[in-house]
């Protein structure tokens, strides 16, 4: 195993040998056959061990088992206490979610506080497949059907051609020490119930499963690839960026029968997440929106345009002078005088138009914001009032307000502000009308 992976770092990852790297080590014996491999090739690096305080004295006992390891063979480690329950209930996750948050967050720190280039972790071929069949069985594209891969970003994965035998092999012959992790014995983890249930039996069909499944994993890599260059192709066809601004032209998108494919693989990095929503959009109106956390994505005709979220919520507004008759952007509304009321539903609404002070503006609500709701005597936050409404994020940040001398008119589709309604001694009726 030491000469496989030897000429495996010399061929994939030359620059380890000038780079400056921590391992991180568990104490398992996965991360110490990692450690202990690249002690034979003469490569210098750090330990990093978390101690996610998840298992009590055993938690300590590992972290103390890396710490008495390196101070052994004079190899640097630091080690990151992590709060994994309170981190967990704080941001309400589960401990499998928190425990990868914090120790990844804490691995890029220490990256910049220390000045080091990569972080190597020890995951392995059994790894892969179990990643692809929690990935297969919960529905996944390409990028979940290709395995772990061996270098995203600072993160470095050098033991993944090598199966867990080989490991274990390697282990046994060196006399090498772990630790074992209880928690790898228990099947409340989705992860170990693959691990002990499934994968065994698989094996034993085909004994040479993990070599059948490496060879896919590669052609998987090589398909991946081509739907890359394919995407990179059309992308420069049919994308324009302007600015912050990118506009996504659908007529030459829609001549493609996989449209939502690419689109997928141009919008994911932008946090979207509501596919439905995202592909609902192309054959909606012009106006319609969908949010991520960061990013806007606006259908404007025959475009969709993508652009921080920032840019609109806080800092656009957009004016209406006496007179107008309609607006068409940021939404449609229609202005008209009238006689008297009518019954009409919530996207109508019928002011005083003496009340109004013009011209009129259109913005996303701020904080501290309040109005006079409708059919109440006093007034009332927006921020209180969404609460009271159960407004999701999504739903806040779709809100516009109407305003007149920047006192609210309308939560635009929602509810009225009491000032501006019509009374017995109105003489002049305007009706406005939000077409969604």
Not at 192 to 216: A, G, Q
Request: proline share 3%.
């Amino acid at each position: 195993m030491l000469t496989k992976f030897q000429n495996h770092i010399i061929t994939n990852f030359p620059f380890l040998l000038k780079s400056r790297f921590f391992i991180a080590v568990s104490g398992g014996i996965d991360s110490m056959v990692l450690v202990h491999l690249f002690q034979q090739v003469g490569y210098p690096f750090a330990m990093l061990h978390c101690n996610f305080q998840l298992r009590g004295k055993e938690s300590d006992d590992d972290m103390k088992f890396v710490m008495k390891y390196g101070d052994k063979y004079l190899i640097p480690w630091s080690v990151g206490h992590l709060d994994t329950k309170g981190y967990a209930k704080e941001m309400k996750v589960s401990i499998q979610v928190a425990a990868r948050e914090l120790r990844y967050d804490w691995f890029y720190e220490q990256l910049k506080e220390k000045g080091f280039d990569y972080i190597l972790t020890a995951h392995h071929l059994d790894d892969s497949l179990e990643t692809f069949l929690i990935n297969f069985t919960r529905g996944s594209g390409l990028e979940g059907l290709t395995g772990i891969p061996e270098q995203n970003d600072k993160i470095i994965r050098p033991l993944l051609p090598f199966s867990r035998n080989e490991i274990e092999a390697y282990a046994q012959e060196n006399k090498i020490a772990w630790r074992e992790d209880s928690s790898n014995a228990s099947d409340k983890y989705l992860r170990n119930k693959f691990r002990h249930d499934v994968i065994p039996i698989v094996k034993e069909i085909n004994p040479n499963f993990l070599v059948s499944f490496e060879n896919t994993i590669s052609y998987l890599k090589q398909t991946q690839s081509l739907a890359a260059d394919a995407s990179k192709s059309l992308y420069s066809k049919v994308v324009t960026k302007n600015e912050n601004q990118i506009s996504i032209d659908l007529l030459k998108l829609l001549k493609y029968e996989n449209y939502k494919s690419y689109l997928f693989d141009w919008l994911q990095p932008f946090g979207f997440s509501d596919w439905t929503a995202v592909y609902d959009l192309i054959h909606a109106q012009s106006g319609k929106q969908v949010h991520s956390e960061s990013h806007t994505l606006l259908k404007n005709r025959e475009t969709l345009l993508l652009f921080p979220k920032q840019e609109i919520t806080n800092d656009v507004v957009y004016w209406i002078q006496k007179g107008q008759k309609e607006v068409k952007f940021p939404l449609k509304l229609s202005f008209c005088n009238v006689d008297d009321i009518s019954h009409e539903p919530t996207n109508t609404i019928f002011v005083d138009e003496e009340t109004l002070q013009f011209p009129l503006l259109i913005r996303k609500w701020h904080e501290g914001d309040l109005f006079f709701p409708f059919g109440m005597t006093g007034k009332k936050k927006l921020s209180k009032y969404f609460k009271d409404e159960k407004f999701s994020l999504l739903d806040k940040s779709n809100t516009w307000l109407l305003c007149s001398d920047n006192q609210i008119v309308w939560v635009v589709g929602n509810r009225q502000d009491e000032r501006f309604k019509v009374t017995e001694t109105t003489t002049r009726i305007l009706k406005i009308n939000y077409t969604i």
